[in-house]
T-cell receptor, first 113, second 112 residues
């Protein structure tokens, strides 16, 4: 079974803090994704990576950056957290970008106060 | 701009009934349409998917119906069970980018 793990289930940070969300997958997948999930908006893609050290902007990259130094690990960084970044963050991985199933982690509920 | 519009936002169905969730899309280049199921506290998981070369795909009690001319697709859950209670997301992608565009989600409650 594919396992995608996220470092925290719940996180509370203060406005202006630098926040790191970590994601690890154990199936040697090439592709990894970060989404945020908000009620009434579904899942929106923040960034994705199709190879180590490679990244592509998704639909809502503003205020976020990512890092992928190793194939199995994909980090989402909030350089200066703001209250409008309070959300559920979901990491996913897939064997290929096109037509392939994305496997999701359980999510990190981030609250910025 | 929401490229994939999903309805209804929430749905309550009696056990044994049929649950129907609808999605409409705008981009005619979309060529892959998966449905994801999410239980509370879990990440979404792929339920069933369809390509536009077929009008229907069935897996057990779950069926996707696809209408290319109307740019609509729907999920039908036959003989709905309380264990089907979850949030369902439709999605679409193109072979150019592979990026999934998700609908807003539908929270389904199946009453015993």
């Amino acid at each position: 079974d594919v396992k995608v793990t996220q470092s925290s289930r719940y996180l509370v940070k203060r406005t202006g803090e630098k926040v790191f969300l970590e994601c690890v997958q154990d199936m040697d997948h090439e592709n990894m994704f970060w989404y945020r999930q908000d009620p009434g908006l579904g899942l929106r893609l923040i960034y994705f990576s199709y190879d180590v050290k490679m990244k592509e902007k998704g639909d809502i990259p503003e205020g976020y950056s990512v890092s992928r130094e190793k194939k199995e690990r994909f980090s989402l960084i909030l350089e200066s957290a703001s209250t409008n970044q309070t959300s559920m963050y979901l990491c996913a991985s897939s064997l290929a970008i096109i037509y392939y199933e994305q496997y999701f982690g359980p999510g990190t509920r981030l609250t910025v106060t | 701009q929401q490229q994939v519009k999903q309805s209804p936002q929430s749905l309550i169905v009696q056990k044994g009934g049929i649950s129907i969730i609808n999605c409409a899309y705008e981009n005619t280049a979309f060529d892959y349409f998966p449905w994801y199921q999410q239980f509370p506290g879990k990440g979404p998981a792929l339920l069933i998917a369809i390509r536009p070369d077929v009008s229907e795909k069935k897996e057990g009690r779950f069926t996707i119906s696809f209408n290319k001319s109307a740019k609509q697709f729907s999920l039908h859950i036959m003989d709905s069970q309380p264990g089907d209670s979850a949030t369902y997301f439709c999605a679409a992608s193109t072979s150019n980018t592979g990026k999934l565009i998700f609908g807003q989600g539908t929270t389904l409650q199946v009453k015993p």
